[in-house]
């Protein structure tokens, strides 16, 4: 069996963080669950990372052009290599430059990650989108596949939502498994608080107004922005600016992740928290709510004193908060324990 997995997502900056952290991850899961099919990739390799590159598997170089000669080299492509099975591992994206094929001579399979064009109205990229023909020509191509894989069962129902009848029985959802440190110290956290950079969806600049206002009352604790940030508060006192390198260790040390977006399909940093018992600030959202449950300290995004007022409880309890984190980090654990199998499953299925 052929399978020809869809890496061109990396071409476009899904590289460490959203949607190609969940690709990769997912991706690795289905290697180490022993799948037995032959797998193509369909991508620029050196945007992928060492350990993905040496895997023994057929490339095919992408060379990017537009979503509309994609719609007829893809069918190209399936009939070339003799593809039993096309899996694109993202679709209904916010990229012009990457869609699904008009028509496949193969069973397919998709993975959506969250319907933001659709119903994220605060985000001026995804009502851009919204009016294109190729949102319109990728939603109406969607209904065509065999197997749609959601990341949560938010997107699920996002899903349904907006095809209504007739795609129930092809929806299945599978959650990422995410790294698990070998130990988790048992150290006092420092008094800093964690917030990644992002778009609109992710709330940023009314999160830092949070933590200034935080700050005021609890002036030894200082604010993390990781990530490339564009927002001009570098005089903001409190607040530094990092990139990722050391995320994961930050995590670690730190009294507490601020997670607070207005929209979400899945939220990864909750989860890769958790891994390290530490405390979550989190936006009262449905996919954050299925994830994460009790480990979380839910707050209104959209609320600034709710946002504080969840700080201070993060802050004034900390070890309860991070004996959360720990108890929702084994819960998550066994919800996505078998994402590789059941991704072989749905394989064997379609085949």
Not at 259 to 277: D, I, N, Q, V
Not at 310 to 324: F, I, K, S, T, Y
């Amino acid at each position: 069996m052929n399978i020809l997995w869809d890496f061109r997502l990396f071409s476009f900056g899904y590289r460490g963080r959203g949607v190609g952290a969940y690709a990769l991850s997912m991706a690795k899961a289905i290697r180490e669950a022993g799948c037995e099919a032959r797998i193509i990739i369909w991508g620029e390799k050196s945007s992928l990372p060492e350990d993905i590159r040496a895997w023994p598997v057929q490339w095919i170089d992408y060379v990017p052009r537009s979503w509309k000669s994609d719609l007829f080299i893809i069918p190209f492509i399936i009939i070339k290599y003799h593809i039993d099975i096309f899996h694109y591992w993202i679709a209904l994206g916010p990229l012009f430059r990457m869609g699904m094929g008009l028509f496949h001579s193969c069973k397919t399979c998709v993975t959506v990650h969250d319907i933001g064009v659709e119903y994220w109205d605060e985000v001026f990229h995804c009502v851009a989108v919204r009016k294109t023909w190729y949102w319109k020509i990728q939603k109406m191509l969607l209904p065509r596949v065999d197997s749609i894989v959601c990341n949560s069962s938010s997107t699920r129902a996002d899903v349904e939502k907006l095809y209504k009848k007739g795609i129930k029985r092809k929806i299945h959802v599978l959650y990422p498994p995410v790294d698990y440190p070998d130990a988790v110290s048992a150290k006092k956290r420092d008094a800093r608080f964690l917030l990644l950079d992002g778009k609109e969806n992710k709330n940023t600049k009314a999160i830092i107004e949070g933590a200034q206002q935080f700050r005021q009352k609890h002036p030894h604790y200082s604010l993390v922005l990781l990530g490339g940030s564009d927002i001009d508060n570098c005089n903001l006192e409190g607040v530094t600016f990092e990139g990722m390198e050391r995320y994961r260790e930050l995590l670690a040390e730190s009294a507490g992740l601020l997670f607070c977006s207005l929209h979400e399909g899945l939220g990864l940093p909750p989860l890769e928290a958790m891994a390290r018992h530490c405390p979550l600030v989190l936006s009262d959202i449905p996919c954050l709510r299925e994830t994460c449950a009790e480990a979380g300290c839910f707050v209104d995004p959209r609320d600034m004193e709710s946002i504080v007022r969840g700080m201070e409880d993060c802050a004034l309890n900390n070890d309860e908060w991070v004996e959360r984190s720990a108890q929702g980090a084994l819960r998550y654990e066994r919800m996505s324990r078998n994402a590789g199998k059941q991704w072989i499953e749905i394989y064997k299925g379609l085949a």
